[in-house]
């Protein structure tokens, strides 16, 4: 079997633009913050949301710790705030945090999701953790920062959506 070089795989892993989130949670009288792109819908009954923490974060420990977390989706403009909680602070960003069921999420942030800790699986080096979500709300007009090799972006013209059929299943065959 072929080694896999790690910085190789990030290289291919960029390759998938993403969305860009903080995570967040309150342990010990203190709020905690972390910038991650591995965020994703798990189910929607019931509903639960997936992220992906390093074994090396400190956020790992609050996390367990305090059995719940916080998404919040960043709007386009929002690169400081992607910037100060991936450990370039940013002395001037004020009035950061709103609390939603005694959690904080980014103030004016495109969506966010607070849960509550379902399950942790380990996998290599990092910690997927699957949360209940007890809490969202998204603001529509807002258009997503995006991560794209090693960037940040936003959509240059979005395409409207498509009406979808409720409960509809789709197949795509090629």
């Not at 795989?9 to 995570?23: D, H, K, P």
């Not at 940040?152 to 197949?171: I, K, Q, S, V």
Request: hydrophobic share 45%; proline share 6%.
């Amino acid at each position: 079997m072929t080694a896999i070089d790690p910085r190789e795989l990030r290289n291919a892993c960029g390759q998938f633009g993403t969305g860009v989130t903080i995570i967040t949670t309150h342990c010990e009288g203190r709020d905690h913050g972390m910038t991650a792109n591995a965020f994703m819908s798990v189910s929607l009954d019931p509903p639960l949301v997936a992220i992906s923490i390093a074994k090396s974060a400190k956020m790992l420990r609050n996390i367990q710790n305090t059995g719940r977390f916080a998404v919040s989706v960043l709007a386009e403009g929002m690169e400081d705030f992607a910037w100060h909680f991936a450990g370039k602070p940013r002395l001037d960003l004020c009035d950061i945090f709103e609390r939603r069921n005694e959690l904080p999420v980014i103030a004016n942030a495109a969506a966010y999701f607070v849960t509550d800790l379902a399950d942790e699986i380990v996998a290599g080096d990092h910690t997927i953790f699957l949360g209940r979500v007890r809490e969202m709300a998204l603001e529509p007009s807002k258009k997503p920062l995006l991560f794209f090799r090693g960037r940040f972006g936003g959509l240059a013209d979005p395409h409207p959506a498509p009406a979808m059929l409720e409960n509809a299943a789709y197949e795509f065959v090629w």
